[in-house]
């Protein structure tokens, strides 16, 4: 199993310990670890990425804004690992999250409303080294 096989495994794994539908990562840090490295911020001060993953059983999405979306498809190469890209406007992205979270159970990297917060299990499951 390749790294961001894993990595997607052992996100999954963490859902179903929890019994969620669904998890959402924002987080610059853990938007790069669990797409091997791919850079989703604009400013290095912020934690928050420009982009999010949410990670269900069976799917993978990036949501991201239409100015974001070019460049995280060109530049980071992330329609290559599998991400579905769901682009909104720049002023509604959270629109996108709420759309396709509507009805599940989700856990997420930071306190969000509605969703368990796992922000110290993932920092957990980024702390064991790959090869």
């Not at 790069?32 to 069976?58: F, H, R």
């Not at 980071?76 to 991400?83: C, F, K, Y």
């Not at 990297?109 to 969703?115: F, H, I, M, N, V």
């Amino acid at each position: 199993m390749g790294e961001f096989a894993r990595k997607i495994a052992l996100i999954r794994e963490l859902a179903f310990r929890h019994d969620l539908d669904a998890i959402l990562l924002r987080r610059v840090s853990n938007f790069a670890w669990a797409t091997c490295g791919a850079s989703a911020y604009v400013n290095i001060a912020s934690y928050e990425s420009v982009a999010s993953l949410l990670i269900t059983a069976d799917h993978l999405y990036l949501l991201t804004n239409n100015i974001e979306a070019s460049r995280l498809d060109k530049e980071e190469r992330l329609a290559v690992q599998g991400w579905d890209f769901r682009v909104g406007p720049w002023f509604e992205t959270d629109n996108t999250v709420a759309e396709l979270t509507r009805d599940l159970r989700i856990g997420a990297d930071q306190c969000l409303p509605g969703a368990l917060d796992l922000t110290d299990e993932i920092v957990h499951l980024r702390a064991n080294l790959t090869p």
